[in-house]
């Protein structure tokens, strides 16, 4: 069974750091494409960021120069490095994998995900 498990979501104050964790469990995702998505309450699962098994990655302009994915293919686990948080960065972020190798921004293309964690920014 694959499952992904996202870790390191909590409180933090504006301008503070957090570093989320995806680690897959189940097969191997080393030639897929990784992604990270959010959603605020009320709003639609928003794109943040993805990466190519090579490490190529993209961001959303909302988080571009603030935030960095990054992965370790022999652990299995993708990374969110968020810094200068702001208040409208508040989310569940989830973490996804497509069965590809390519980066796609769009949620419907992702075939797993996980559970999601919170992620609140105090101003």
């Known amino acids: 069974q694959v499952q992904l498990v996202e870790s390191g979501g909590g409180l933090v104050q504006a301008g503070d750091s957090l570093r989320l964790s995806c680690a897959a469990s189940?097969?191997?995702?080393?030639?897929?494409?990784m992604g990270w998505f959010r959603q605020a309450p009320g709003k639609e699962r928003d794109f943040v960021a993805a990466?190519?098994?090579?490490?190529?990655?993209t961001y959303s302009d909302s988080v571009k120069g603030r935030f960095t994915i990054s992965r370790d293919n022999a652990k299995n686990t993708v990374y969110l490095q968020m810094n200068s948080l702001k208040p409208e960065d508040t989310a569940v972020y989830y973490c996804?994998?497509?069965?590809?190798?390519?980066?796609?921004?769009?949620?419907?293309?992702?075939?797993?995900w996980g559970q999601g964690t919170q992620v609140t920014v105090a101003s």
């Open positions: 996804a994998a497509r069965d590809s190798s390519f980066r796609s921004s769009v949620p419907s293309n992702y075939n797993y």
């Open positions: 189940g097969r191997t995702f080393s030639s897929n494409a």
């Open positions: 990466i190519r098994p090579s490490g190529e990655n």
